[in-house]
Nanobody
Framework: QVQLVESGGGLVQAGGSLRLSCAAS????????MGWFRQVPGKQRELVAS???????TYADSLKGRFTISRDNAKNTVYLQMNSLKAEDTAVYYC????????????????WGPGTQVTVSS
Protein backbone atom coordinates (compact mmCIF):
# COMPACT_ATOMS: atom_id res chain seq x y z
CA GLN A 1 0.00 0.00 0.00
CA VAL A 2 1.01 3.59 -0.64
CA GLN A 3 -0.36 6.62 1.17
CA LEU A 4 0.03 10.32 0.44
CA VAL A 5 -0.67 12.72 3.26
CA GLU A 6 -0.85 16.47 2.77
CA SER A 7 -0.27 19.05 5.48
CA GLY A 8 0.14 22.79 5.82
CA GLY A 9 -3.23 24.01 4.64
CA GLY A 10 -5.29 26.51 6.55
CA LEU A 11 -6.66 30.02 6.64
CA VAL A 12 -4.48 32.94 5.55
CA GLN A 13 -5.08 36.56 4.64
CA ALA A 14 -4.67 37.76 1.10
CA GLY A 15 -1.04 38.55 0.42
CA GLY A 16 0.15 35.94 2.87
CA SER A 17 2.03 32.69 2.36
CA LEU A 18 1.56 29.01 3.06
CA ARG A 19 3.77 25.99 2.54
CA LEU A 20 2.13 22.70 1.77
CA SER A 21 3.86 19.37 2.28
CA CYS A 22 2.98 15.92 1.01
CA ALA A 23 4.71 12.83 2.31
CA ALA A 24 4.43 9.49 0.56
CA SER A 25 4.79 6.31 2.57
CA UNK A 26 4.38 2.58 2.13
CA UNK A 27 5.86 0.01 -0.19
CA UNK A 28 7.73 2.47 -2.38
CA UNK A 29 10.67 1.66 -4.59
CA UNK A 30 10.84 5.07 -6.24
CA UNK A 31 8.65 7.99 -7.21
CA UNK A 32 8.63 9.56 -10.64
CA UNK A 33 6.63 12.75 -11.06
CA MET A 34 4.94 14.41 -8.09
CA GLY A 35 2.51 17.24 -8.31
CA TRP A 36 -0.10 19.47 -6.78
CA PHE A 37 -3.62 19.98 -8.07
CA ARG A 38 -6.46 22.06 -6.71
CA GLN A 39 -10.22 21.99 -6.94
CA VAL A 40 -13.06 24.30 -6.01
CA PRO A 41 -16.68 23.15 -5.78
CA GLY A 42 -18.33 22.86 -9.16
CA LYS A 43 -15.09 23.02 -11.10
CA GLN A 44 -12.67 20.48 -12.47
CA ARG A 45 -9.49 19.64 -10.62
CA GLU A 46 -6.65 21.62 -12.17
CA LEU A 47 -2.90 21.27 -12.22
CA VAL A 48 -1.00 23.69 -10.01
CA ALA A 49 2.52 22.40 -10.47
CA SER A 50 4.48 19.23 -11.03
CA UNK A 51 8.09 18.15 -10.61
CA UNK A 52 10.03 15.22 -12.00
CA UNK A 53 12.37 13.11 -9.95
CA UNK A 54 15.22 15.04 -11.52
CA UNK A 55 13.72 18.39 -10.54
CA UNK A 56 12.17 19.60 -13.78
CA UNK A 57 9.15 21.71 -12.91
CA THR A 58 5.93 22.66 -14.66
CA TYR A 59 3.48 25.32 -13.49
CA ALA A 60 0.04 26.52 -14.41
CA ASP A 61 0.66 29.70 -16.37
CA SER A 62 -1.45 31.81 -14.02
CA LEU A 63 0.59 30.76 -10.98
CA LYS A 64 4.12 31.23 -12.25
CA GLY A 65 6.11 33.54 -10.02
CA ARG A 66 3.92 33.06 -6.94
CA PHE A 67 4.08 29.30 -6.35
CA THR A 68 7.19 27.14 -6.13
CA ILE A 69 7.25 23.35 -6.11
CA SER A 70 10.15 21.35 -4.73
CA ARG A 71 10.82 17.84 -3.49
CA ASP A 72 13.05 15.82 -1.24
CA ASN A 73 13.58 12.43 -2.86
CA ALA A 74 15.17 10.96 0.25
CA LYS A 75 12.00 11.78 2.21
CA ASN A 76 9.52 10.99 -0.60
CA THR A 77 8.09 14.43 0.03
CA VAL A 78 6.93 17.21 -2.23
CA TYR A 79 6.38 20.81 -1.18
CA LEU A 80 4.42 23.76 -2.51
CA GLN A 81 5.44 27.22 -1.40
CA MET A 82 2.59 29.64 -2.06
CA ASN A 83 3.27 33.36 -1.83
CA SER A 84 1.17 36.47 -2.44
CA LEU A 85 -1.96 34.42 -2.00
CA LYS A 86 -5.22 35.66 -3.45
CA ALA A 87 -8.83 34.88 -2.63
CA GLU A 88 -9.09 32.95 -5.90
CA ASP A 89 -6.41 30.53 -4.64
CA THR A 90 -8.97 29.20 -2.17
CA ALA A 91 -9.43 25.51 -2.93
CA VAL A 92 -8.73 22.00 -1.77
CA TYR A 93 -5.16 21.17 -2.73
CA TYR A 94 -4.35 17.58 -3.65
CA CYS A 95 -1.00 15.85 -3.87
CA UNK A 96 -0.38 13.37 -6.68
CA UNK A 97 2.46 10.96 -7.31
CA UNK A 98 3.54 8.34 -9.84
CA UNK A 99 4.93 5.55 -7.69
CA UNK A 100 6.87 2.43 -8.50
CA UNK A 101 6.06 0.03 -5.71
CA UNK A 102 8.48 -2.41 -4.20
CA UNK A 103 8.66 -5.72 -6.09
CA UNK A 104 6.51 -4.40 -8.94
CA UNK A 105 9.24 -4.09 -11.53
CA UNK A 106 8.77 -0.91 -13.54
CA UNK A 107 5.01 -0.64 -13.20
CA UNK A 108 3.90 2.88 -12.28
CA UNK A 109 0.82 3.46 -10.15
CA UNK A 110 -0.75 6.86 -9.65
CA UNK A 111 -1.87 7.95 -6.20
CA TRP A 112 -3.75 10.89 -4.71
CA GLY A 113 -3.74 12.34 -1.25
CA PRO A 114 -7.02 13.16 0.54
CA GLY A 115 -6.51 16.90 0.07
CA THR A 116 -5.93 19.88 2.32
CA GLN A 117 -8.09 22.99 2.44
CA VAL A 118 -6.51 26.35 1.70
CA THR A 119 -8.68 29.37 2.39
CA VAL A 120 -7.52 32.88 1.55
CA SER A 121 -9.54 35.69 3.08
CA SER A 122 -9.75 39.00 1.25
Amino acid sequence: QVQLVESGGGLVQAGGSLRLSCAASGTISSINAMGWFRQVPGKQRELVASITRGGITTYADSLKGRFTISRDNAKNTVYLQMNSLKAEDTAVYYCNADVIRTNSGTRVNNYWGPGTQVTVSS
